[in-house]
T-cell receptor, first 115, second 114 residues
Framework: AQSVTQLGSHVSVSEGALVLLRCNYSSSVPPYLFWYVQYPNQGLQLLLKYTSAATLVKGINGFEAEFKKSETSFHLTKPSAHMSDAAEYFCAVSSSYNQGGKLIFGQGTELSVKP | GAGVSQTPSNKVTEKGKYVELRCDPISGHTALYWYRQSLGQGPEFLIYFQGTGAADDSGLPNDRFFAVRPEGSVSTLKIQRTERGDSAVYLC????????????FGPGTRLTVL
């Protein structure tokens, strides 16, 4: 079975500050890992994904995440927050075995950016 | 090109009624997924199609829920005898082949059961 835990349902940072959104996963098989962003009244958009290549993954809008197998973590970071980063962020896991690729999502973290 | 589209964007129905939600995936994508997102929660997997067949329906909550994809493109999620607990946003996603591919999500259908 697979699961995802996102620590902190709400994170608030100042504009220009570091963004750190935490994600820990549980998986009995090698995982694929994803971060999606959801802006208000919009669909989910992929930020980045890990599929067993480089452990440091760079995504869109300056975000990146590092896969740490020993810590079962895939935390999302951005060096300098922008007001436009305010949104809901979801971490998700799927199996790298041939199980169709269904995603198991965390509960989400709402990011607020203060001016 | 066109993304994933879903209709209607909003659906209000009464308890006990039947509803159909439609998903039009990205052209050429063989994999199609349905998820359900309740308020304040992450999306929950419902069903996955590879082509015309339902390859994994383990997320369907009960036999009131059914989905089809008869020609391997458009999919319809059908809910019989709706209950207030079915109120949620129903999301559809498609990907090129499935395993490990990026899933592209539609804007969702917000279902409200009164």
């Amino acid at each position: 079975a697979q699961s995802v835990t996102q620590l902190g349902s709400h994170v608030s940072v100042s504009e220009g500050a570091l963004v750190l959104l935490r994600c820990n996963y549980s998986s009995s098989v090698p995982p694929y890992l994803f971060w999606y962003v959801q802006y208000p009244n919009q669909g989910l958009q992929l930020l980045l994904k890990y599929t067993s290549a480089a452990t440091l993954v760079k995504g869109i809008n300056g975000f990146e995440a590092e896969f740490k197998k020993s810590e079962t973590s895939f935390h999302l970071t951005k060096p300098s927050a922008h007001m436009s980063d305010a949104a809901e962020y979801f971490c998700a896991v799927s199996s790298s075995y041939n199980q169709g690729g269904k995603l198991i999502f965390g509960q989400g973290t709402e990011l607020s950016v203060k001016p | 090109g066109a993304g994933v589209s879903q209709t209607p964007s909003n659906k209000v129905t009464e308890k006990g009624k039947y509803v159909e939600l439609r998903c039009d995936p990205i052209s050429g994508h063989t994999a199609l997924y349905w998820y359900r997102q309740s308020l304040g929660q992450g999306p929950e997997f419902l069903i996955y199609f590879q082509g015309t067949g339902a390859a994994d329906d383990s997320g369907l909550p009960n036999d009131r829920f059914f989905a089809v994809r008869p020609e391997g493109s458009v999919s319809t999620l059908k809910i019989q005898r709706t209950e207030r607990g079915d109120s949620a946003v129903y999301l559809c996603a498609s990907s090129f082949t499935g395993q490990g591919d990026t899933q592209y999500f539609g804007p969702g259908t917000r279902l409200t059961v009164l």
